[in-house]
């Protein structure tokens, strides 16, 4: 009996979870949970909106896996859903941000013992929260998708739908733009 082999690529999963197996999308839903909701925070600023949205994200790529194009990173393609989902959970539902809230404080890289310091980097991590949330969201899509994300210029094409020139264009302003609205406050 020659055993079958277990499916470990998302393109090998994406398939499988086409035919019916929830648990292969189960997989890629655990693969790409984590990122899903990164995303969908840095671009709404809101944790409860961040959870809501990836969690539409998901049940959207569900229902469009016949629309996934194996040839394209996975990754992308639901970044781009879960993009898209974000942006219609904000002109649905624009909420303000609680600073102080667990989210935002496990947010914070590790623990800082000096109560001044920890202040001072709430800050810090509060002034480019702000900043990114301000761009416009063209540019704070691709602003994310690279710099949070990881994703190369091509992903970040492919999963917008827009030439790497747009990306690298949009890029270059949301770093201009954070830079200047980054001084403007110091």
Avoid at 9 to 14: E, H, R, S, V
């Amino acid at each position: 009996m020659g055993g079958s082999l277990h499916p470990t690529t998302d393109q090998d999963l994406a398939a499988a979870a086409l035919r019916g197996d929830r648990n292969a999308f189960a997989e890629l839903v655990c693969r790409y949970r984590d990122g899903v909701v990164n995303v969908v925070y840095r671009m709404c600023g809101d944790p409860d909106l961040a959870e809501e949205a990836a969690q539409e994200a998901f049940l959207k790529a569900w229902q469009s896996l016949s629309g996934y194009k194996p040839e394209y990173p996975f990754r992308g393609w639901i970044y781009r859903i879960a993009i898209n989902r974000a942006l219609d959970a904000l002109r649905r539902s624009p909420r303000s941000v609680d600073l102080d809230s667990p989210e935002m404080e496990a947010a914070l890289p590790g623990t800082m013992p000096d109560p001044e310091d920890a202040a001072i980097q709430r800050e810090s991590v509060e002034r480019v929260r702000r900043a990114v949330l301000a761009l416009p969201e063209a540019s704070r899509a691709v602003l994310i998708l690279r710099e949070y994300e990881q994703l190369s210029y091509q992903e970040i094409a492919a999963a917008l739908n827009i030439p790497v020139g747009t990306v690298m264009s949009r890029l270059n302003y949301a770093r201009g733009q954070l830079r200047k609205g980054l001084v403007e406050v110091t």
